[in-house]
């Protein structure tokens, strides 16, 4: 008997939720492949270890770039192994819930649920991610009450305002935490002129990145390839520098927040007051984005507890109750 399952399809990071287990897996959205054979050489964890580490003609690839499909034949091999590993075969077919951006274009959406069909899924059906995040925060989405989510992923930011089970206000940026790490790299090739890669950038950011001021703030040591004589070189950066240099991508995602706050009804504006507006996803956990976020709105700003997993657990309880909350997923009639 094939177990339905919830899938995050996120640019940077892929969960899959079974029904009745949770969440059984949780990788890095990359592919390595053989550029010679067209051959899969690894998938997540794996895959991402060998990002800027590979020889020419083996490239770590992430199939999804700004929440949009870049490459649909590579999308659809990475959903097969997914299904794969998580034991679908020919005799099992589950159906399945993918999460997606709400700024997805018809063609896109079309795509995933061509691939997840073509992969062994039975039936594929969409929910867009901050729905799904919403669900997923445990929010009161079916009553008159505003519910706002702000979900900053890899690669886009999306901000909805939610109310009797729908979309009021919604404001969608392409714009996400890897946008952040290119403008870190960005900062020190200009500043030191020093090359690092994009893994460097992200634990720069993890160790020392922030969007407004904390306390207990370090200095980090950056490891990277002089771009004057090619040979090894360390400096030492600080918070101050990296918030400095992240300053634009983290003024884009504010700013999407305060414009669907002016897209919203006065009724549901004044909800928002008392209720706050719930922070997920992995850029999400970025040092005093909450805080920033919180001072250019005036309203209150949550980090859910789990804002990585918010989005696929969402879908997974979609998954435990379909029946009843089908009228979620995009595209059915409500």
């Known amino acids: 008997m094939a177990r339905d399952l919830a ?3 996120g640019t940077a990071n892929t969960l899959v939720y079974e029904r009745g287990r949770g969440i059984v897996l949780n990788e890095p959205t990359v592919i390595a492949l053989n550029e010679r054979t067209q051959e899969v050489l690894a998938m997540g964890h794996e895959a991402w270890q060998m990002i800027g580490r590979t020889p020419g003609y083996i490239v770590a690839v992430r199939p999804l770039r700004q929440g949009a499909i870049t490459d649909f034949e590579i999308t659809q091999r990475m959903i097969r192994l997914l299904l794969h590993r998580v034991g679908v075969n020919r005799f099992n077919r589950p159906r ?6 709400s700024a997805i274009t018809e063609v896109e959406r079309r795509a995933v649920t061509e691939a997840a069909r073509r992969a062994g899924a039975a039936d594929a059906q969409l929910i867009e ?3 799904a995040a919403a669900i997923g925060a445990a929010l009161p989405i079916h009553e008159p009450v505003a519910n706002m989510v702000v979900d900053v992923g890899g690669g886009t930011s999306e901000t909805a305002l939610i109310s009797l089970g729908g979309v009021v206000a919604l404001k969608a940026v392409r714009v996400g935490s890897f946008d952040i790490d290119a403008a870190i790299t960005a900062f020190i090739r200009r500043e ?3 090359a690092v890669g994009e893994r460097t950038a992200e634990e720069i950011k993890m160790a020392i990145g922030s969007a407004a001021a904390v306390r207990d703030e370090v200095k980090a040591e950056v490891r990277g390839r002089d771009l004057m004589s090619g ?3 360390t400096i030492i950066l600080s918070a101050d520098e990296v918030r400095a240099a992240i300053d634009e991508p983290v003024s884009a995602i504010c700013e999407s927040v305060v414009a669907c706050l002016g897209m919203s009804p006065p009724e549901l504006a004044q ?9 997920v996803g992995g850029g999400g956990m970025l040092a ?11 309203v209150p700003v949550h980090l859910v507890d789990a804002p990585l997993e918010c989005v696929v657990l969402g879908a997974g309880r979609c998954i435990e109750s379909y029946d009843s909350l089908k009228v979620m997923f ?4 409500r």
């Open 192 to 194: 030191y002129g020093i």
């Open 7 to 9: 899938i995050d399809l």
């Open 129 to 131: 991610q901050p729905m």
């Open 271 to 279: 909800d928002l007051i008392l209720n706050g507006v719930k922070l």
């Open 330 to 333: 995009m595209g059915s009639t």
């Open 231 to 233: 040979l090894p070189k």
């Open 288 to 298: 005093g984005l909450d805080q920033r976020l919180a001072n250019e709105t005036d």
């Open 96 to 101: 399945v819930v993918i999460c997606v951006p």
